[in-house]
């Protein structure tokens, strides 16, 4: 089945400062809610294949579809360079509801004065709280929330493009970094601020959460980044930060290339790959380098985890690794892209598979124990973003032609049913 934007849009209808409320209490669902599934950024679920016939669909949207998908409410929700957000139903991809950011006046002349102007991209990926509700960032230098039905909520306004993943924990707090250089922890309920603090680069690295009830659960990660220009002296960091005050607990250096698609915290320990071809293992507490590993390519992409096992995506190298969590040590390579890995990886525990986007327009699904591949599904064009994988087992991706030209680009979303491909 095929979904245009320009044939549903006109048709569609809406679905009819202090501690958060009830609003983010309501009835949990699970499903893929924000980036990494959890704030902990883990990138698993326990679903299995789907056991029940879902109809496959692709939605073409009106630009390149840069940021993840994510799933709940029997909803998923995709956003777009030309500042739309979309709310689509989850078996049909029929268009519930959109929104198109007040900067789409600007495009794509914006395009060449990014980031001091402002630009309508939505290339941060949304969370979904309990209630339906979401939360994105934008070019547009704003943090959003939408309730389930389309309505504005709230606007937070930063000094500067917004592209990092929204990070939404526990306690109804969302974490989000701006290029202006900060991180924001944002009530979910109200938008009002709670704290900011200096990581001295280019926001765009995810933020992950120490899990609950651990004595870590009150740390905060995130790393600086972009390509090196971190601070006056071109060092970049991973900054460990008390999530309630945010002041910061601890720094580690990094070099001279930081941390772009963010790190998983499982247990005591963070994990994170860098653009100068290392990935390490920090420990919490201390932000001291368990250990540290070379894997032949950049990492831009926040790794997953799974019992003891973490999976990096390599750019450069064209790889899917495998390791060791406790001591970094090689278990698997996957080597079957043609191009680049960019999309951080998603694993499905009870089917056993992980979930990569590369480059070469393929989402890849290969065996989490082996690394054989068990089949390649063809998108539009790169695929830049993180697979969500619902309840259901059904896997959601989306896709876009290359960034970092000055126009327009082409972009789509798909639901994919494994079962049908293996």
């Known amino acids: 089945m095929k979904v245009t934007l320009s044939t549903l849009v006109a048709t569609a209808t809406a679905l009819l400062a202090g501690a958060p409320t009830a609003s983010t209490a309501a009835a949990p669902t699970t499903d893929w809610r924000q980036f990494g599934r959890t704030a902990q950024n883990q990138g698993y679920t326990s679903v299995g294949l789907p056991t029940a016939p879902h109809a496959q669909w692709n939605f073409t949207a009106d630009d390149r579809v840069v940021a993840s998908p994510v799933v709940a409410h029997g909803k998923v929700w995709i956003a777009t360079d030309a500042g739309t957000l979309l709310q689509l139903d989850q078996e049909t991809a029929a268009v519930q509801w959109t929104w198109t950011s007040p900067a789409a006046k600007n495009y794509p002349q914006c395009l060449s004065c990014l980031p001091k102007c402002t630009c309508p991209l939505l290339r941060s990926t949304p969370a979904i709280t309990d209630d339906g509700s979401v939360i994105i960032g934008s070019y547009d230098h704003n943090i959003y929330k939408f309730d389930i039905a389309g309505k504005l909520l709230w606007t937070f306004p930063t000094e500067s493009v917004v592209y990092a993943p929204v990070t939404l924990d526990d306690a109804g707090v969302a974490y989000v970094g701006s290029w202006d250089g900060f991180l924001y922890a944002i009530n979910a309920d109200s938008g009002k601020e709670l704290w900011k603090f200096k ?146 990886p998603s694993i499905d525990t009870v089917s056993g598979i992980v979930y990569a986007g590369a480059n070469d327009k393929y989402l890849h699904a290969v065996n989490m124990t082996t690394g054989s591949v068990l089949f390649k599904f063809e998108t539009c064009a790169n695929v830049f973003a993180s697979a969500a994988i619902a309840d259901s087992g059904m896997v959601y991706i989306s896709c876009n032609t290359v960034t970092g030209n000055r126009k327009p680009g082409i972009g789509a979303a798909y639901a994919i049913d494994p079962r049908k491909h293996m």
Do not use: H
């Open 199 to 344: 990581v001295g680069s280019n926001g765009d690295c995810s933020v992950a959460i120490g899990e609950p009830g651990s004595k870590y659960a009150n740390v905060a990660v995130i790393g600086s980044n972009e390509g090196g220009s971190c601070d006056a002296l071109n060092l970049c960091y991973v900054f460990g930060i008390d999530k309630t005050t945010g002041k910061e607990l601890w720094r580690t250096k990094v070099g001279q290339a930081g941390i772009s698609g963010g790190g998983t915290i499982a247990g005591d320990a963070y994990y994170a790959g860098t653009w100068n071809s290392k990935v390490a293992s920090y420990d919490l507490g201390t932000g001291k380098v368990n250990w540290e590993a070379d894997v032949k390519g950049s990492v831009q992409s926040r790794p997953a985890y799974y019992n003891g096992v973490v999976y990096f995506s390599v750019e450069d190298d064209m790889t899917l690794v495998a390791m060791k969590a406790t001591t970094g040590e090689v278990i698997w390579k996957y080597s079957g892209a043609t191009q680049e890995f960019n999309g951080s």
